[in-house]
């Protein structure tokens, strides 16, 4: 079977690697491969930041009339926008999710683009009064060449959650797409050029972590870092960007709680739980892993869930009928399943899944069961760790503040959940959250325009919002005496 190829995406020109490696892709849901890509190596990323370098000292970006900026980048998000559903199928077919989520991410990153496209114009200084006869105000000017180095489980939207801001600023791009699933972002780079950015502007090497990541957080001329992914690997890359002191953003792991009292409506949180566990099989870093029930809802609130997750349609994301897809990889199933097996050793009791789906159909794929535990030890990996697959942990309490302690025990503090009728009480137990983002009533959700940022060691710097475009300039005082 013949797979399209594809080339490093470099000062506008698709490119082979300058080793001529290539890496194989394949369908999550079947093993099959449907993609052969570039592997890029140090020198390749050495000509993409070049090229970003050039095009960005070459003032046809930066200095270009931002409303003349943010025009292109509304343009690039109507191609996507017009490039919808082809979009959509290559997301799902890569990564493995529905089709209906991934054409939800596509939708996310077309309204990123045209909301930081309203932008551009938008970013602005200010005058400070100080004593005597003198002008004092502020400038804020791009940093210059961005790197950005994105995941796998949403791989367009993730990668353009920090591109989109970045380019708004002025600052010129290059971006690491994850090994696994970087073709939404090879399409990219080709919209860009259609959409009229100037060559070097936007630029994509694929290749491995060692090669390419590594390669690209330390190299000299890389003037800030953006990191989506696991805890540990962001640490790794704060110790390599620290000896040049540059910028740097880390959205990192979670191990998300849900709270459900007692007086919540119970269908409405059973959809908002089982979305916020099982979407993308659980490969997200604010999946909502771990349910905390109030005794009194816990009986009926968890049978629901079961008899939920037991029925729940497994298959290829294509299929417009599938509830839930396959994992990224064989590796990963592999990772997955061992913490599950901990899990099952830990005294916990094991409600629903907990292995591989018998269908002959779906035996060749990456495909685990969406597994419920209940009263695992909170010393438990599986109750503390981020398994970052279709596995949920549930609890119940009749305490409010034993939830809120529960919640709030991990090293992590990405996002939250609450589910109540009674939005006082819920205000106040948002306040009581280690996260950075807490929804009421809804999980997960959030929308370009509000922040999305971690505590503790889920990460580092805010993305989304005005704040994103403002980590991504220089502010400059100048002062001027006026005697």
């Known amino acids: 079977m013949e797979v399209a190829e594809h080339g490093l995406q470099i000062a506008g020109r698709s490119v082979p690697a300058s080793s001529g490696a290539t890496i194989d892709l394949h369908d999550p849901a079947t093993n099959r491969p449907i993609a052969r890509v570039a592997s890029g190596t140090r020198e390749d990323v050495s000509a993409a930041v070049e090229a970003a370098r050039t095009a960005f000292d070459s003032k046809g970006w930066r200095g270009l009339d931002p409303s003349k900026r943010g025009r ?33 991410d596509i939708a996310y990153v077309y309204k990123l683009f045209e909301y930081y496209a309203g932008l551009a114009d938008k970013i602005q200084g200010e005058t400070i009064p100080v004593p005597g006869e003198r002008l004092d105000y502020t400038l804020r000017e791009p940093l210059g060449v961005t790197a950005h180095i994105a995941p796998w489980n949403y791989p367009l939207l993730l990668a ?72 540990e690997t962001g640490k790794q890359l704060l110790r390599t960007v620290a000896d040049r002191v540059v910028p740097t953003t880390l959205e990192l792991g979670g191990k998300n709680p849900q709270i459900v009292l007692a007086d919540a ?37 968890l049978a629901a869930l ?49 292995g591989r789906p018998e269908d002959p159909n779906l035996r060749d794929g990456n495909f685990v069961l969406p597994t419920l535990f209940e009263d695992l030890s909170a010393e438990s990996r599986v109750a503390r760790e981020e398994i970052f697959g279709p596995v949920l942990c549930s609890w119940t309490f009749r305490d409010l503040d034993d939830a809120i302690e529960r919640a709030n025990d991990t090293p992590y503090g990405l996002a939250a959940g609450i589910w109540t009728q009674d939005i006082s009480k819920a205000h106040t137990i948002a306040r009581s959250l280690q996260a950075g983002m807490v929804s009421i009533n809804e999980f997960p959700i959030t929308f370009p325009q509000t922040p999305f940022l971690g505590w503790k060691q889920s990460g580092l710097g805010q993305e989304q919002g005005m704040d994103a475009v403002l980590f991504y300039t220089h502010a400059k005082n100048v002062l001027v005496n006026l005697e």
């Open 72 to 104: 292109l980048l509304w343009l690039l998000g109507q191609q996507i926008r017009d490039r919808f559903d082809e979009l959509a199928r290559l997301e799902s077919l890569n990564v493995g999710k529905p089709l209906r989520e991934a054409r939800g």
């Open 306 to 354: 079961q008899e939920q997750m037991v029925s729940m349609r497994l298959g290829p994301g294509l299929r417009e009928d599938v509830q839930m897809g396959p994992l990224v990889s064989k590796d990963h199933v592999a990772r997955v399943m061992s913490a599950i097996e901990e899990g099952r050793a830990s005294g916990g009791r094991l409600l629903a899944g907990g």
């Open 265 to 301: 409506r119970r269908d409405r949180a059973l959809r908002g739980v089982l979305a916020g566990a099982f979407q993308n099989a659980g490969q997200m870093c604010w999946a909502g892993s771990k349910v905390l029930v109030h005794e009194d809802l816990a009986p009926t609130f």
């Open 160 to 231: 353009s959650r920090g591109i989109a801001p970045a380019l708004a600023a002025g600052n010129t791009v290059v971006l690491k797409p994850a090994t696994l699933t970087p073709l939404t972002s090879i399409r990219l780079a080709g919209l860009a050029v259609a959409a009229g950015f100037p060559s070097g502007v936007l630029n994509v090497v694929m290749g491995s972590g060692k090669d390419v990541g590594e390669a690209l957080a330390a190299h000299p001329d890389v003037d800030s870092v953006t990191f989506t992914g696991s805890t």
